[in-house]
């Protein structure tokens, strides 16, 4: 059903700070700003892929996945719909905010609003990276990944793999936590899930560079700006990444890396791993609590 993580949107009171932090520290394009003095971004020849949008907290805004054409989203929306889920179609003006033909979108269980999207506008001029860089690997593997935290895993599980579509890759007890990576292109894991018990929140987003120097360059890039560091580089035991994570003004982590290797078809029996990394990947002092954080259920207001 799904093919790729196309983009992606976050809210944030710190959104201004994007424009300095995405070109000169992840190498990252502006992109013309969206409504409301939205921060978009470039990783490549789409329009944009990452979008800030000014906000009173930080929060994921939304999820873009992209699908294979019009007969795919109607037929996501069809076998979301039979879930009970709603299922919103038909808004050409947001279509074109988010730089798509067609999208459709709904909000599952944990309250993470999921567009399912396709037809991505290209500019022809094509990238122009803020900073010396060789590029980021996207093309069918898409954006990256996103790590979400959820508070009910078999729950999750079911959702993503059973109603999205989304084939496991393998998993890590991350120190007592369990983390479960999933696929749905030949990237090795597209989406990732953190079980905390009662809080829903996101962790990362993962921008995978086309040269390892291009993360040797950022490194060296936050460590001279004194940008936090949520974990200093390292090589990760399941996708062989070698990555290192920075705290964004808006209290969500990227990690930003090089060299994972691609997954087959699903293996017929996923891997487990007891340990995150080969080498590195240390916290440099007290570990960072994520930024985007809350309780599950919330509170009635």
Known sequence: MIEALD????RSPNAAEWETFGPEVLGVQLA????????????????????IHPGDADDLAYLGW???????????AARLEAEGLDVRRGDAGLAAERGVTELAWFTDLFGFRHE????????????????PLSGFLTGGQGLGHAVLIVPDLDAAE????RVMGFRVSDQIDMHGVP????HCNGRHHSLALVHVPGVVGYHHLMLETTALDDVGTAYDVVLERGIPLAMTLGRHTNDLMTSFYVRTP?????E??????PIADTPPSPRAFAKTSIWGHHFPGEPLLPGIAKPFPQEEQ
């Open 179 to 182: 983390v479960r990576f999933y």
């Open 158 to 161: 079911a959702f993503y793999g």
């Open 7 to 10: 983009y992606i949107g976050f």
């Open 32 to 51: 013309a700003p969206g409504p409301g003095g939205a921060v978009r971004m470039r990783v490549d020849d789409a329009a944009h892929r990452l979008t």
């Open 116 to 131: 399912l999207a396709w037809g991505q506008l290209t500019e022809p001029a094509g990238f122009r990276p803020g900073r």
């Open 250 to 254: 808006s209290g969500f982590e990227i």
């Open 66 to 76: 992209g699908v294979r054409g019009p007969a795919a989203l109607a037929d996501a």
């Open 256 to 261: 930003y890396g090089y060299g994972g290797v």
